[in-house]
């Protein structure tokens, strides 16, 4: 399973970041980047809207759904997958979770030419998938080996789906194991986001250094 299927900033970030408007009132009559990134961080992953809403003007309503957004963003690759409907719920919830515990530390900005601004962020990336690797192959093979186990004692074969749905609710009860007993966390990477002036009240943050975030933040298997 790839970290793309699992991450939760895709490309409907990027309109939620480019389109991301301060309101009537200027934040505290001035702007600081910074604040600003760690605004748009903690709504789109952490599902915390307070500073998003008092930055931006939104609805509190409306900043929910910016996470919501991009639970469903996450999810359209699994719903168009062999993943069982039923199992649906439970994953997006896991993965709601999941983004939750995302590390991230913004530092200050600093102001650079064109009312650009560089932000500097301190990422602690999730080590949860390689770290669960071998548990679920071992787990895996031990399900094939008593599916085997049981056909040679004359058991029935279980149909694909079947073992399709056991395969999916073990690799799901790892992952859930692991997160709800205390994840580890990588050694520290820097990233410095671009975040630009466009107007008296309009800002916004370079995508490309938004999806380069985005990979720090969780590690995928093959890191093993």
């Known amino acids: 399973m790839t970290k793309k299927r699992i991450i939760l900033i895709a490309a409907a970030l990027a309109v939620l970041i480019t389109g991301a408007v301060i309101g009537t009132n200027l934040y505290r009559n001035r702007f600081d980047a910074g604040e600003y990134v760690q605004a748009v961080l ?17 609805s509190k309503e409306e900043a929910e759904q910016i996470f919501e957004n991009n639970l469903d963003a996450t999810m359209e690759g699994f719903e168009a997958s062999d993943m069982p409907q039923e199992f649906i719920p439970q994953y997006r919830e ?27 962020v301190k990422v602690k990336p999730i080590t949860l998938f390689p770290d669960t690797h071998s548990t679920f192959q071992k787990k895996a093979k031990e399900y094939a080996d008593q599916v085997t186990d049981s056909v040679m004692n004359g058991g029935a074969m279980p149909s694909d789906e079947e073992m399709q749905k056991e395969i999916y609710q073990i690799y799901y009860d790892v992952l859930k194991e ?9 050694e520290a990477k820097n990233i410095t986001l ?24 969780i590690e995928d298997a093959q890191a093993e």
């Open 42 to 58: 903690d709504v789109s992953y952490k599902n915390e809207t307070e500073q998003y809403v008092e930055i931006t003007g939104v």
């Open 94 to 120: 896991l993965f709601s979770e999941l983004a939750q515990k995302v590390s991230y530390t913004v530092e200050d900005p600093i102001r650079e030419e064109n009312d650009v601004y560089e932000v500097l």
């Open 194 to 217: 671009q975040v630009k002036k466009e107007g008296s009240r309009e800002f916004s943050v370079s995508q490309d250094d938004m999806d380069r975030l985005d990979a720090l933040l």
């Open 178 to 186: 692991k997160i709800d007993t205390g994840m580890l966390y990588g």
